[in-house]
T-cell receptor, first 115, second 114 residues
Framework: EPEVTQTPSHQVTQMGQEVILRCVPI?????FYWYRQILGQKVEFLVS????????KSEIFDDQFSVERPDGSNFTLKIRSTKLEDSAMYFC?????????????FGEGSWLTVV | AQSVTQLDSHVSVSEGTPVLLRCNYS??????LFWYVQHPNKGLQLLLK??????LVKGINGFEAEFKKSETSFHLTKPSAHMSDAAEYFC????????????FGKGTKLSVKP
């Protein structure tokens, strides 16, 4: 069964450093997403991406964050100048069509620890 | 604004007994509702979804959920729990205007005792 894959599974970084989390969405999907889950809190929407541009983003997704689809298969989340509070599990996801009513498939997540 | 409330943070059942995980939602529009499961060190897997068709939705692994508009509920049930069902379960709502902004509940951790 096709799946969303994410790398790395776990990354430790020093405060202030830049981090890039990578994702390979399911190949025929057109919509891509990033969510995050801070330990003990809800899974939160960060951003959705379609046709090489951001289609929707949350208040969390400020100038510190950016997303990119550098080639035909990868979808990345960049966090500039990481802060302690960026420590979380980051989930990449994809869907064939717009989310409402359509299934969003999630990856296994990337644990980011900022020290 | 959409929201989801999972009424129990932790549910413990014995193997072979029924499972009930409760979820209430709030939505201004006709919602799409989902249940996702997360096993330890695994990603979020879709169990089932409701998108305005039949109100009783059957999912994988014997789970089902019933959409009750009058009660704004979407409880997840299974007649007989297996040890492998031990995981965290998330109730999720998506409104029709959304392009990916799924609203997650806090999650319910299901423990299954032998």
């Amino acid at each position: 069964e096709p799946e969303v894959t994410q790398t790395p599974s776990h990354q430790v970084t020093q405060m202030g450093q830049e981090v890039i989390l990578r994702c390979v969405p399911i190949s025929n999907h057109l919509y891509f997403y990033w969510y995050r889950q801070i330990l003990g809190q809800k899974v939160e929407f960060l951003v959705s991406f379609y046709n090489n541009e951001i289609s929707e983003k949350s208040e969390i997704f400020d100038d510190q964050f950016s997303v990119e689809r550098p080639d035909g298969s990868n979808f990345t989340l960049k966090i500039r100048s990481t802060k302690l509070e960026d420590s979380a599990m980051y989930f990449c996801a994809s869907s064939e069509d717009r989310a409402s009513g359509n299934t969003i498939y999630f990856g296994e997540g990337s644990w980011l620890t900022v020290v | 604004a959409q929201s989801v409330t999972q009424l129990d943070s932790h549910v413990s059942v014995s193997e072979g007994t029924p499972v009930l995980l409760r979820c209430n939602y709030s939505s201004s529009y006709s919602p799409s509702l989902f249940w996702y499961v997360q096993h330890p060190n695994k990603g979020l897997q879709l169990l089932l979804k409701y998108t305005s068709a039949a109100t009783l939705v059957k999912g994988i692994n014997g789970f089902e959920a019933e959409f009750k508009k009058s009660e704004t509920s979407f409880h997840l049930t299974k007649p007989s729990a297996h040890m492998s069902d031990a995981a965290e379960y998330f109730c999720v709502v998506s409104d029709r205007g959304s392009q990916g902004n799924l609203i997650f509940g806090k999650g319910t951790k299901l423990s299954v005792k032998p």
